[in-house]
Structure formats: C-alpha cells, structure tokens
C-alpha cells in the first residue's frame, strides 16, 4: 500500500513540474511579443522567474520519490520488478532528462530577458514551445505501455 502512496505522489509532483515545463515557454512567447510595454514585460518576467523556481521544486520533490521507487525494487524484487529487466524505464528517464534540459534552458532564457537580454523571436519561441509536448507523450507512452 506504501508503494502505491509513493507512486501516486510521484505522479502528482511530476504533474506539477510538467504544468511548469509547458508554461515557462508560453510565458517567454509572451515576453517577446510584449515589445515595448515594459510593465507588462516586467511582470511577465516575475511570474517566469517565480514558475521555474516553483517547477524546480517539484522536480525535485518528484525526483525523491522516484528515486524511492527505483530503490524499493532493490529492497522488495518479489513485488517489484528489478531494474535491469525495465528497459522501458531507462528510456524514460532519458526523455525525462531531455525534458529536464529544455526546462532548464527555458529558465536560463528567462533570467536572460530579465537582465535584459535578447530573446529568439516569438515565432521561434512557439516552435519550441511544441517539443515538450512531443516529449512527454514519450514518456507516457513508456510508462504505460512498458514496451520492452
């Protein structure tokens, strides 16, 4: 039962830092149409610098209680299965870890734009706000599938 909280919890602070890796681009796309409109810019850009340190935070809470799940299939291999036979699993974390990358470099974009620095243009911007989409639907389709 402990297993499904942990889960369960993992799958919630996950949502949580997604919401923030699908956001933080659109608020950038936001930011370079702004123009010249400081105000609305400088709130733009509190809200992006507020939202990635918020979706840090739950990356990281989500990370703790994926880490326990990976840990609890060395200490309960009868209930879990080992690591080494989820090959879907590893190829999820490495979409993840791509996904980890563009939030990253969306946050850097933003502290960026608020020093004052250049942004690429909108339509650039919302080209790459896609790719997350196209990540995670790796990711879940890894997770629930479990191909291989």
């Known amino acids: 039962m402990t297993y499904l909280w942990i889960k369960s919890l993992h799958v919630l602070f996950v949502m ?10 659109r608020i950038l796309v936001n930011i370079a ?6 105000a ?10 507020r939202l990635y340190r918020f979706g840090g935070m739950m990356f990281g809470v989500a990370f703790l209680f994926g880490l326990t799940l990976w840990l609890g299939s060395y200490m309960f291999p009868t209930i879990l299965p080992h690591w080494r036979q989820l090959g879907w ?12 990358v ?7 974009m933003m502290k960026r734009s608020a ?10 911007l919302r080209l790459l706000n896609e790719l997350p989409v196209l990540l995670l639907l790796g990711v879940i389709f890894l997770a629930v599938a479990k191909p291989f």
Do not use: Q
């Not at 149409?33 to 400081?38: H, K």
């Not at 699993?89 to 980890?100: D, I, T, Y």
């Not at 020093?115 to 650039?124: D, V």
């Open 16 to 25: 949580a830092w997604v919401a923030a890796v699908f956001y933080l681009p």
């Open 33 to 38: 149409e702004a123009g010249s409109e400081p």
């Open 40 to 49: 609305v810019k400088a709130r733009l850009e509190l809200m992006g610098l």
């Open 89 to 100: 699993l590893h190829a999820k974390m490495a979409l993840v870890a791509v996904l980890l």
């Open 102 to 108: 563009y939030y990253i470099w969306s946050g850097r």
């Open 115 to 124: 020093k004052g620095g250049a942004l690429p243009s909108a339509r650039t």
